[in-house]
């Protein structure tokens, strides 16, 4: 099963989100975008700045929790510069 690691942005609130999936990267957007509680509720204008595949979930999970784990919007605009 794929799975894809991605990076969302809202302007509003100048953040990015860390994420994975096994859905369509377009369904989960929109998911992100619809009436749900969690952190990407506080906007509404998420767009998706980056993404990576992954041939299972749990190579995404790692990924996503090592991302995370920078806490450093620095590097993760570096990550994005060099997508």
């Given amino acids: 099963m794929e799975a894809i690691v ?7 609130l100048d ?25 990407t509720s506080k906007a509404k ?8 595949k992954y041939t299972d979930k749990s190579q995404a999970y790692k990924r996503e929790i090592q ?5 450093s919007k620095k590097r993760i605009q570096n990550l994005l510069s060099k997508h």
């Fill in 45 to 52: 204008d998420w767009k998706i700045m980056y993404l990576e």
């Fill in 15 to 39: 953040k990015y989100y860390v994420g994975h999936t096994t859905e369509t990267i377009e369904e989960r957007l929109r998911k992100h975008l619809t009436a749900h509680s969690g952190f």
């Fill in 67 to 71: 991302i995370k784990g920078w806490k």
């Fill in 6 to 12: 991605y990076i969302l942005y809202s302007k509003f």
